[in-house]
């Protein structure tokens, strides 16, 4: 096998998974400090993906200007449904868990096709189509543009969940609410800033694959399914883990598309995501919230 | 009847019990007692199968039932309650009771009227129709203690049953204790309301830091240097080399020991 | 207001711990031998079943519950007369309604179809609402159902009578499969889970497509006759309409059954506390694997029912989120953890969204679907006992209406009753004798 194949797999796959993981930043900080699951997720993605087109039509600006703002937006977003939703959800019976971000989802997702309709719609813009070349490789340069803020923001994130007195308040609010909360955290609060927070990444990460991906209601489901397959396989709760999981999840998944064609390059993902949850709950870098999911 | 083999549990690098030997022998009513995190609870899991041990192994009555799951250890008469109350909260009491009652009545009716003679046991029955999460405590470990009962143990661990109960309650659940013995049901008791413990049991087993330290009647484990120095500290557990410490010396802290407990056990919420 | 005896709950079978409503549960000692009531049993009240933390007790009601427990067990007259009615009403509208609707294809169809979606969810609701595990695969059972035997029946020739057992038992085997895969899952962890399997079921659907027709679909032979459970056109919809009322009848009493059995009390303890359940001596694994395969094999079943009867099914249609999502929606509407729950709820909005579609046609695609999710969220963040909730409410509303009604009209005593007991009606308390 040409030996170029190989790099532009290996390219393409660590790009796409850089993706994911910018787009799993976000559960997973969610997961691990509120222990929700949020099953809208996708559909975030889906409407920060729409919020970079309905920009570049309107104002002609590209979502590499726009994404911070795009950011923000969601942040605001994230904000409003925790006060709205979420925060209701916290400690009620599963049943409200469970389905009031599922009915949050759907509802979402066809706001989009009612107001939008399925059509699919791609972000016209020259630098859309642009490429880079690494030697016998080429990538898109919006990817190439992902992946660089994911590993920045991955950076960023884990310097304020360390070193700064939110983050600090974040972390002990994940590893002992009670006591958090016996130490004047105010964990409502917490609670707030991590959702907001975590939307905003996603947020980011839809406005920066905009320009990659065509953007239609139903966009969002699937990316929506890999993050979850990437937060479990990393380890619910661990950033470290979502980087891992994306770029594996990456990695496999163009690897598979590759050799057994794209229609069913997705199950093999879905099968890993039994097969972890199956035998290793915890995911690669399982942290506390983890035990919840398979650990009686 | 109950033979605790050399069962060492580990969690991660966490050794929660090392390598404990103890046996129990049918009609006794045997104390675990020992300072909190000792692994006492860890290793009733152990016992019961909601944990499988590291290493050793437990027989009851003879069979080998390490790691077996609870529901199939129940069948052989060997139960629990759990230190920490988990009624079934949306039912109502007379239900939590049933389904205990269910593994040894086929018949529905039979079952109601089971769980309704232990209910009655307990001094719940009164209640029967009440829905169990709105229960305050006592009444919460007076249906633990019921559900359980249905079960018609012939072996009964109990984590912990006085937790959080006030004087009087303790007294009535040391006479429901004794009851439930008399009936012929060896009891394993955890538990840290000393007085309750030295005038109940007839042979307490200490345990700290997952080991097994002290075994003994009562009068023995509340002289024993090695008990005393687990609870209070090597300095009041006196100087002398050999087990015992002056006599008067070992009483005054056992005694101290025992209404700190108690003091404390109190207070709980 | 003075209270007349009532007759509860009649027997101790009344308010099962499925229906979690610890009011009405009486003691058996004190039982006489009443008829069943279906009205009371459907729940006894607000059934704390329904996965919802606010407490039963809280309420008032629960008080004219436990005086009803106290008081004595025979039934009165007026009650039992008026506790037989939702049944008798019940049976009436799925004997009477289709053929009384044979006129109207489209209000017919509309009939079969709240049929077949509240069979759906009331299968959804054995292992969900019931057993506490909360799946949104359940389309997985129904696509696979639909997709066994219509590949038998098109692909094989193998008579649909014969493929419809096969799809069964194929979904049990996966419902089997999942359950142990999730065996250790936790809640939302174990949804996850399931809506992975839908998900690789869609794709590989779609994907097989000399097999399933792909993302096209797949056609059903149309060759009327019984032999192919295919019926010709003049009373088509007719026969489906009661088709679907046989299995919807079916999956109530089944589950209005299993809801009084030791299975029914076992799965209320894996509800509540699975670990407390097996330290009881509740076998939790057989337990969540047997409700698990029932909820499958019927979800299964409604799954070939519903392509021979639209004889075309798509990835789309039978192997969605949406489907998955829309049997939960029904049964959370309508009371999760009831029998009758999931009926009312798919009674309530799928005619509502179908004839509104039907009102407005310039509704764009989608609108549906956005006010089921909107419904959901409302639903459960606001609603979470579902429409039953407002059965003890509406039950004493109704009794008093009967009753000052039938007193009105100077109605002859039934057989049965006694003066003092018509009279007890409108007078203070006082024990009535059958």
Redesign the interface.
Known sequence: MDSSIIWQLAASGLLIGGVYALISIGLTLIFGVMRIVNFAHGEFLMASMFAAYWIHELTGLTPYWSAPLIGLLMFGFGALTHRLIISRTLNSPMVVQIFATVGLGLAMQNLALVFFSGDYRTIRAAAAQAVVRFGPVQVSQSLVAAFGVAVVVSALLLAFVSWTYPGLAIRATVQNRVAARLYGINIERVHLWTFALGSGLVGLAGALISMTYPIYPSAGQNFGLASFVVVVLGGMGSMTGALVGGLLIGLVETVSGFLIGDDLKKAVYFVMFILVLTLRPTGLFGRRGSEEIGIK | MLEIDNVTMRFGGLKAVKDVSLTVAAGDLAGLIGPNGAGKTTLFNVV?G?LRPSAGRVLFEGRDVTGW???RS??LGL??T?QIT??????????NV???A??REKS??R???AA?GRLAQVGLADR???????LPLGLRKKLELA??LA?RPRMLLLDEVMGGLGPREIEEMSRTISQIHGEGVSIVLIEHVMPAVMSLCQRIAVINHGELIAVGSPQDIRADRRVIKAYLGESVAGDSPGGQGSAAASQTAAQAAAQATTASSATEA | MTQAPRSQAPSHQAAPPLAADARTVRDPAAQAQTARDPAAGGGGGAPAGAPDAATPTAEGSSAAGSNDAAASAAAEPGGRLSAAAPAALGLAALLGLPALLEGSPFYLEILALVFLWGAMAGAWNIVSGYAGKFSLGHAAFFGLGAYASSILYARGGVSPWLGIPVGMALSVALAAFIGLVTLRLKGKYMALCTIAFVSLMEILAVHFRDLTGGSEGLMVPYEPGLANLTFANDHEKLVWAYVFAALALGVFLLCRRLERSPLGYRLAALREDEDAAEALGVNTLAVKLTSFGLSAALTSLGGSLYAQYMLWIEPQYVLSMELSTQFALFAIIGGVGSAVGPFLGAGLMFPLLTLSRSAFPGLPPGFNMLVYGLALIVAVLFFPKGLIALGPPLRRLARLIGRTGRARLGRRPAAGETAAGLNAAEGPAGSSHA
């Open positions: 019961c909601q799951k609870p529901h129940i069948r139960g629990r759990f988990r009624p079934f909260g949306r039912l109502s009491l007379l239900d049933v389904i205990g269910m593994c529905l009716d079952a109601r009227q309704l029967a129709q009440d829905t169990a999460q709105n559900r359980i079960t």
